[in-house]
């Protein structure tokens, strides 16, 4: 493996700034890796290497009339199959939209291109991203590099298992409960969830409308605000899109490097821990809490009652909003088309049913069924209405503890990575590993998850999960990247996966 893949995007950025290196040269290495161990790994669902060449030949011309697009200028970056991509598919990984190509790009990937970032290409995920695995892909599993047995999370794991298998330095992903956090957490990588409305959800398909935000997977902390700084802001296009300049992200995280954290007030959230967290998830939380003491910040215990309501709430919120979202794959405008056996002249609704039936997975109508449910007639006010109104009590949690101190603080995921197959088939199973993420997707404010050490029991990756108020994700980064700071001196450096050269499937 190039050792230019194993440096962060940062160290990328220097390195292509003093000419010691080219984009095309760092584009061909990332491509190499990817045609060497995705086979094993299966995190790319399309790989655009022509394009992505084509890119960082441009970025280089750029470089050597000293004009960079941007600080990541050059740098490639792997792309959540949720996100339009002009001239690519974009199958949100499900058979209904195999084979479409988006006219446009969305915001994100408009940014990337503007910013000078070659693409690599799309990434899997579980079907409109449903799921918490990666499982639920109707292109296959992506796997752990961590433990090729074992589920990236997801519903952005083939974003996160780029970034760990080394085949990109830096990923997009998106976050409806947890999706970038919890595979961030599962495969050893930083995952940002931004504030809602911090980066623009147009040309993101959606699967809840006032859940999904998109943001950055990394190796670190610092290149996660590098790249929240060139797809962050605000879109006149997107009416969610928050009209407030950018926080000052890669300030706070090369503030944060310096591993001081003097006069910092950090919340543990008492609900988020406990019972159903794997022992060793926690042994490595509170190891990290005590270095944040040591680093001069404030710990206290917070507790936030309604958190404990926030798993069931989302899980009448989102396959309601899912439920509508979804009705437009309807086999009539784009997408699959499948004609009902043994009818000579099928009508409109006998075609739309078959291509439904067939082109959506189990999970998805599992969640579309529940979603028409809490929105049919007689139902809506006790489940939808009430969700509601449980939602609002998340907020008032959150803004109860953010007058007490600056960041809350919790395990990211209550376990390290499963086995594959081991919960496919259990859904409350699966809906339990996003207990500890919801709470701020359901708020609307910023989290990020840092590595936090391997656990005992299986030495797996762990993370540890910062919680900031809306707008301030600059706390966030900054209180991650002392974590990092702090680990990687202990540790020696930071946590990388064991070899997959050779590695077949």
Request: glycine content about 12%; hydrophobic content about 40%.
């Amino acid at each position: 493996m190039s050792d230019l893949t194993r440096r962060t995007a940062a160290e990328l950025a220097v390195a292509l700034a003093a000419g010691d290196t080219s984009s095309v040269e760092i584009t061909s290495v990332y491509l190499d890796r990817i045609t060497d161990v995705d086979d094993a790994v299966h995190a790319f669902l399309v790989v655009d290497a022509e394009g992505a060449l084509a890119s960082a030949g441009a970025a280089d011309a750029r470089r050597a009339a000293g004009a960079p697009a941007s600080a990541l200028d050059g740098i490639p970056v792997a792309v959540k199959d949720v996100l339009a991509t002009r001239g690519l598919p974009t199958t949100c990984g499900s058979r209904i939209l195999e084979g479409w190509v988006p006219p446009y790009d969305a915001t994100v990937v408009t940014r990337l291109r503007e910013g000078g970032l070659p693409i690599l290409g799309k990434t899997n995920m579980d079907e409109f991203a449903m799921g918490s695995s990666t499982e639920h892909s109707a292109y296959g599993t992506t796997h752990n590099p961590w433990d090729l047995d074992r589920i990236p999370g997801g519903s952005g794991g083939g974003s996160s298992a780029s970034v760990a298998a080394f085949e990109a330095p830096v990923a997009v992903g998106t976050d409806t409960g947890g999706s970038i956090r919890q595979p961030g957490a599962v495969t050893g990588t930083v995952g940002m969830k931004p504030t809602y409305g911090g980066v623009s959800r147009y040309g993101l398909v959606a699967l809840a409308n006032s859940l999904d935000q998109a943001g950055p997977a990394t190796r670190s902390v610092l290149d996660a605000a590098l790249l929240h700084e060139v797809i962050g802001g605000h879109d006149p296009r997107d009416s969610t899109s928050i009209d407030q300049p950018l926080p000052r992200v890669v300030d706070a995280a090369r503030e944060g490097a310096s591993g001081d954290l003097t006069g910092v007030r950090i919340g543990v959230v008492q609900e988020l821990g406990g019972e159903g967290y794997q022992a060793g998830v926690l042994a490595r939380f509170e190891e990290c809490v005590q270095l944040l003491v040591g680093a001069g910040a404030e710990v206290v215990e917070v507790s936030c009652p309604t958190f404990v309501h926030a798993l069931a709430t989302y899980y009448l919120i989102l396959p309601a909003e899912a439920s509508s979202n979804l009705a437009k794959f309807d086999a009539m405008r784009y997408g699959m088309r499948t004609l009902p056996d043994g009818v000579d002249l099928p009508s409109a609704e006998d075609v739309m049913r078959v291509t439904r039936d067939r082109g959506f997975g189990e999970e998805v109508k599992r969640r579309i069924i529940l979603g028409t449910y809490a929105l049919s007639s007689g139902y809506y006010d006790a489940y939808y209405g009430q969700a509601q109104k449980v939602r609002t009590l998340v907020s008032r949690d959150f803004a109860a503890a953010f007058r007490k101190v600056d960041v809350l603080v919790s395990p990211t995921a209550p376990t390290t990575a499963f086995k594959i197959g081991e919960k496919v088939d259990d859904p409350l199973a699966m809906y339990l590993n996003d207990l500890a993420t919801i709470p701020a997707n359901l708020s609307g404010v910023p989290g990020i998850s840092v590595p936090s050490g391997l656990a005992d029991e299986d030495d797996m990756p762990a993370g540890f999960q910062v919680l900031a108020p809306a707008m301030a994700d600059d706390r966030c980064y900054r209180v991650g990247a002392a974590l990092e700071t702090l680990l990687h001196d202990r540790w020696g450096g930071p946590l990388v996966p064991p070899p997959l050269e050779g590695a077949s499937r």
